[in-house]
């Protein structure tokens, strides 16, 4: 099956050298670095080389995220990647690299204009936020101007949900803070990433009950995955969970997914069919 599988990586970030050195740069990931990583942090590799990593570790495409982050303490960004600095790192690879839009909704008419920019002329497929540096909940107002841009443009929206490894609040990340947007924006495609954890029933109630909410498991490796969240994929989840590295390691996330005790139908859905599907890729 590993040769079957071309997977479909719905989350990770910008891995050059440069890009990889602003990425950890600010106060938050550096002493996120040091507490969880022993500071060990990526160096970074050529747009060429992590392609070539993807052909040698079984996966079609990548999606890379322009994060913007917001430094709870600072009040600033932490992570801050335009779309263009995303754009210029991955346009040599159109079929294989995905740009991810970024949003701040501390600014939030220039990041419209921005994702605007980044879909029509660059081809991103989708919008990925990360708020819980700004303590803004799914639901807080000023996220609903990105849902309604998500809609007109038919991409999908992918968030943080789920706990905070920086140090900032988690409480926003609460998985039931999507229940209202699904609500408000029923045509929005609510990617929860991140699995949710340690709120996974909440997030596994979510996508059971709004056919526009999907999970993406990114930041947590399958092996180590909450139970509820496995049992849900691999029943009547099957066609509501996505996969996503979130930087830990192509190959090593593939592997252990497919180490899994799932159904063969689960992994394929999972780690290819529900991304063809939510991202429109075919």
């Avoid at 419209?112 to 803004?136: N, P, Q």
């Avoid at 995955?225 to 090593?252: E, I, P």
Wanted: glycine content about 6%; overall charge negative; aromatic content about 10%.
């Amino acid at each position: 099956m590993s040769d079957e599988i071309m997977a479909i990586d719905v989350l990770n970030y910008p891995f050059t050298q440069d890009g990889m050195k602003k990425f950890w740069s600010s106060a938050e990931m550096k002493e996120m670095s040091n507490r969880v990583l022993g500071g060990h942090t990526p160096q970074g590799v050529t747009p060429q080389q992590f392609v070539a990593d993807m052909d040698d570790a079984g996966f079609e495409k990548v999606f890379i995220a322009a994060v913007k982050m917001g430094s709870y303490r600072g009040k600033w960004l932490a992570n801050d990647f335009t779309n263009q600095e995303v754009h210029e790192m991955i346009k040599d690879y159109p079929d294989r690299l995905v740009g991810m839009a970024g949003y701040d909704p501390m600014d939030i008419m220039t990041s419209l204009r921005d994702i605007e920019t980044a879909v029509k002329e660059y081809s991103f497929k989708g919008i990925y936020a990360h708020t819980l540096g700004w303590d803004i909940r799914p639901d807080d107002r000023r996220m609903y101007p990105c849902y309604v841009k998500c809609i007109e443009l038919g991409i999908p929206f992918s968030m943080q949900i789920g706990h905070s490894l920086e140090l900032m609040p988690s409480e926003p990340g609460r998985p039931i803070y999507v229940d209202k947007v699904a609500l408000d924006f029923p045509e929005l495609i609510f990617v929860a990433s991140h699995t949710g954890w340690p709120w996974c029933e909440e997030i596994v109630a979510m996508a059971s009950k709004h056919t526009n909410v999907y999970i993406d498991i990114s930041s947590h490796l399958p092996r180590y995955l909450d139970q509820s969240l496995v049992q849900f994929m691999n029943t009547r989840g099957q066609d509501k969970v996505l996969f996503g590295t979130n930087a830990f390691g192509l190959k090593r996330c593939k592997q252990q997914l497919l180490e899994m005790s799932i159904k063969d139908d689960t992994k394929r859905k999972v780690l290819r069919e529900n991304a063809v599907k939510v991202f429109k890729l075919d």
